[in-house]
């Protein structure tokens, strides 16, 4: 069932000992809900045909707890409903919704699924999101509604570095009243602030033990070549899976190959082909099977079309026929936007007997949210700020803001414009930053230099001097 359930912007991964992390009761119902959701978003961001599923373990927790973003248009307009429908021969029945609810700041703090049984909604579970002082998210609890009650199942708590990026999910279940160790997943990142590794601990009689390791390896433009996943065993660490990933000239990816550890060597399992047309909009995506001795064969073929503001209206896909050796009819989603441009309909249909059947569908619901007083509490525009003191040597301190969730790039460059340092190259929650640079590892010489701050579509350039 394509239900859905979903945040925003990656940090890829590979987590199977999130599981742990997830409550029992209606599990498998949810989870499948929540890559959905996970897919949707991640997807067309990541320019990703598909996600295995180890990768959305990490973006389950690292995502999913990052919701006053995800559902918030940019002007003001705030998701409230997302409802899933049925299609049962002649008419559409309510199958499950998702209902969003916000705080003094407009930031989504509630999180609610219902099932639709015995023609009424019933609670099924429910987010809370807790938020600190300077607007990042700081934990988590997830409930299940119990003889007309919310009963805990389990909570997060995160730690960030002082730059702001993560440095700890800590996973607690809720057993006899009381709160005890699950999970924790601890992330390491290189002297550019580049996540390299993540590494995952199981907290068993009263000791924390190795569970899931995962490595990140880029590119020299900075993008994701390369992920591997070990598993703890017999008191090792052993390979699990490997990711390898291409991009064209525009860094879109291109290509994205899975492989297993089997036998000490890795072995192909499944692979993605993107292809973009001249504006970089992707227009084909193939999925292929590795059967030995044949190497890879089709699977399916997405073919996507756009309206006139380039927004994705249509995703066909078809399967790979053996027997005729041409694409066949599969599933078809459509998307619909209303005048402003947001989403308010996703309508699914498989093919069928030489035409195409409902399946599914989705309607969408937005509100327009602007009380100013609690809208100050978060920065309302994008700023990159002077650095202090300029000049400087050896340590300065460069500030920016951000109005929303957004992937940051920070730089600095010399005066011919080749790049010294990167500072910041990650997603980051609304709010002010502080980033701290020094010469001492760059072993630079004085003289001016540039720092650009990259936001979304916000671009700001400042320069600074060293003095020695």
């Not at 249509?314 to 936007?337: K, P, R």
């Amino acid at each position: 069932m394509k239900k859905f359930f979903y945040l925003v912007i990656i940090i890829f991964s590979t987590l199977n000992a999130s599981l742990a992390a997830v409550p029992n009761g209606n599990k498998e119902s949810r989870k499948s809900a929540e890559d959905k959701l996970l897919k949707e978003y991640l997807l067309p961001s990541f320019n990703l045909q598909e996600i295995n599923s180890t990768h959305l373990t990490i973006l389950r927790n690292n995502i999913l707890n990052q919701p006053h973003t995800l559902f918030k248009t940019s002007n003001g307009w705030y998701r409230t409903e997302r409802l899933y429908q049925t299609w049962n021969g002649s008419d559409w029945e309510n199958s499950t919704r998702y209902l969003y609810e916000y705080d003094g700041a407009l930031r989504n703090n509630i999180y609610t699924n219902q099932d639709w049984i015995n023609s009424a909604w019933e609670n099924d579970y429910r987010y809370e999101y807790i938020y600190g002082t300077d607007g990042r998210m700081t934990g988590y609890y997830e409930s299940s509604w119990e003889n007309g009650a919310w009963v805990y199942d389990y909570k997060a708590e995160i730690t960030y570095l002082p730059n702001g990026r993560t440095s700890m999910y800590m996973f607690y279940n809720w057993e006899n009243n009381n709160w005890i160790y699950s999970t924790r997943y601890n992330y390491i990142y290189d002297t550019n602030n580049k996540l390299t590794e993540i590494f995952v601990e199981y907290y068993n009689n009263g000791v924390w033990e190795n569970s899931f390791k995962g490595f990140y390896f880029y590119n020299n433009q900075g993008y994701l070549s390369e992920y591997i996943s070990q598993n703890w065993y017999n008191g090792d660490w052993l390979n699990s899976g490997r990711s390898l990933y291409s991009y064209n000239t525009s860094n879109y990816m291109t290509e994205y190959i899975w492989q297993s550890w089997v036998d000490n060597a890795w072995l192909n399992i499944n692979k993605t082909e993107n292809v973009y047309n001249a504006q970089n909009y992707q227009t084909l995506g193939y999925s292929y099977l590795w059967i030995p001795p044949t190497g890879w064969v089709y699977l399916t073929k997405d073919t996507y079309t756009y309206n006139q503001s380039n927004q994705n209206d249509e995703i066909t896909t078809e399967e790979w026929s053996d027997a005729t050796s041409t694409w066949v009819n599969f599933y078809q989603s459509q998307y619909f936007y209303n005048a402003n441009g947001y989403l308010e309909k996703e309508l699914y249909r498989t093919w069928g007997n030489g035409f195409w059947v409902y399946d599914e569908q989705t309607l969408i619901t937005y509100a327009q949210l602007t009380d100013a007083e609690n809208l100050s509490e978060l920065p309302g525009d994008y700023c990159l700020y002077q650095n202090y003191p300029n000049p400087f040597n050896p340590t300065t301190t460069i500030e920016f803001q951000l109005p929303g969730y957004e992937f940051v790039s920070l730089k600095v460059y010399d005066l011919l414009g080749r790049e010294v340092t990167t500072l910041v190259n990650e997603y980051q929650q609304p709010g002010k930053y502080s980033v701290e640079f020094t010469t001492q590892n760059a072993m630079l010489s004085s003289g001016v230099y540039f720092y650009k701050l990259t936001a979304g579509n916000f671009s700001s350039v400042k320069k600074f001097i060293i003095a020695k």
